[in-house]
């Protein structure tokens, strides 16, 4: 089946990971975006930090925990997936999801980071 713009779905997913292209607005990419922003934001980048806290032998304490969890979600949906979007809608983006990676970040500390380290 074939989406506009000529790509099929499975097409249209490898490319969404593929960091040479950009994201165009479709309801497809979209959803593309939120899912990954939300698993990044409650489970990949919390998980992700505690891993490398326990290797490198690290104790983070909340704030910088809290921190980092909001700048690698938004590394990760600027950075690796950068969607095309207006100015504003960048900005709520980015304010949505920095917001949602705080908020998880600070439970998984709670709950996970502090129980495991």
């Known amino acids: ?5 000529g790509l099929p779905e ?8 593929d960091p ?45 925990f809290v921190l980092l969890s909001v700048a690698l979600e938004l590394g990760l949906i600027f950075g690796h997936l950068r969607p095309v979007m207006r100015p504003a809608e960048r900005l709520g983006w ?6 949602t990676a705080a908020a998880l970040g600070a439970a998984f500390w709670e709950l996970t980071y502090i129980q495991l380290l």
């Open 94 to 99: 980015a304010l949505l999801w920095g917001f």
């Open 10 to 17: 499975a097409g249209k997913l490898g490319a969404a990971f």
């Open 1 to 5: 089946m074939e989406q506009h713009g």
């Open 20 to 64: 040479r292209s950009r994201l165009y607005r479709d309801p497809f990419n979209e959803l593309v975006v939120f899912v990954i922003s939300a698993v990044g934001a409650g489970v990949l980048v919390p998980t992700l930090l505690t891993v490398l806290s326990a290797i490198l032998g690290w104790k983070l304490d909340f704030v910088p």
